[in-house]
């Protein structure tokens, strides 16, 4: 039986500790299904529509993966793509707390389901979504931080001053 896992997120943008994630997912796992967060109340500064499509560009070649959108409950995701497992990334101690209660509620929600962290390459610790708009928004290079595309999306929204 094929094991199949649910990486979810906002990925507003993706970058590449998410690609590293992905990447290191599909080793483990037969199937990765990338899940984009589809909530408006977190104000992304992508849609949801080019969210998935620059996930789709930065993941071209790879297989056994699929990138879908969502809004509700994760745990019921997770129940209609029939998956075993959930991924979440690590990237500092100060991550875990919160990715630890939610990790909990889901097994007290679904308990077949597990959760599994995983870390990124070292190189990518320190970046994050937050920081990657934060830096682009004050024109500052993220090259080497995100895929191309998602560099180039970033310059669209953040002309140089």
Same mark, same amino acid.
């Given at each position: 039986?094929?094991?199949? !896992?649910?990486?979810?997120?906002?990925? $507003?943008? =993706?970058?590449?500790?998410?690609? @590293?994630? %992905?990447? *290191?997912?599909? #080793?483990?796992?037969?199937?990765?299904?990338?899940?984009?967060?589809?909530?408006?109340?977190?104000?992304?500064?992508?849609?949801?529509?080019?969210?998935?499509?620059?996930?789709?560009?930065?993941?071209?070649?790879?297989?056994?993966?699929?990138?879908? !959108?969502?809004?509700?409950?994760?745990? $019921?995701? =997770?129940?209609?793509?029939?998956? @075993?497992? %959930?991924? *979440?990334?690590? #990237?500092?101690?100060?991550?875990?707390?919160?990715?630890?209660?939610?990790?909990?509620?889901?097994?007290?929600?679904?308990?077949?389901?597990?959760?599994?962290?995983?870390?990124?390459?070292?190189?990518?610790?320190?970046?994050?979504?937050?920081?990657?708009?934060?830096?682009?928004?004050?024109?500052?290079? =993220?090259?080497?931080?995100?895929?191309?595309?998602?560099?180039?999306?970033?310059?669209?929204?953040?002309?140089?001053?």
């Amino acid at each position: 039986m094929a094991k199949r !896992a649910v990486y979810p997120g906002m990925f $507003d943008p =993706v970058h590449n500790g998410h690609v @590293d994630v %992905i990447q *290191r997912s599909l #080793r483990i796992f037969d199937e990765l299904i990338v899940a984009v967060v589809a909530n408006p109340s977190k104000e992304p500064l992508f849609t949801v529509g080019e969210r998935l499509e620059m996930i789709d560009d930065a993941t071209s070649g790879l297989s056994n993966l699929r990138i879908v !959108a969502f809004d509700g409950l994760l745990i $019921d995701l =997770v129940a209609r793509e029939r998956a @075993d497992c %959930i991924v *979440r990334g690590i #990237r500092a101690v100060s991550d875990f707390e919160y990715e630890f209660q939610m990790a909990l509620m889901n097994r007290k929600l679904r308990d077949t389901v597990e959760t599994v962290f995983l870390m990124p390459h070292e190189k990518y610790t320190y970046i994050s979504s937050r920081l990657i708009k934060e830096v682009s928004s004050f024109g500052a290079s =993220v090259t080497g931080m995100v895929p191309p595309g998602v560099e180039k999306r970033l310059a669209e929204k953040f002309p140089s001053k």
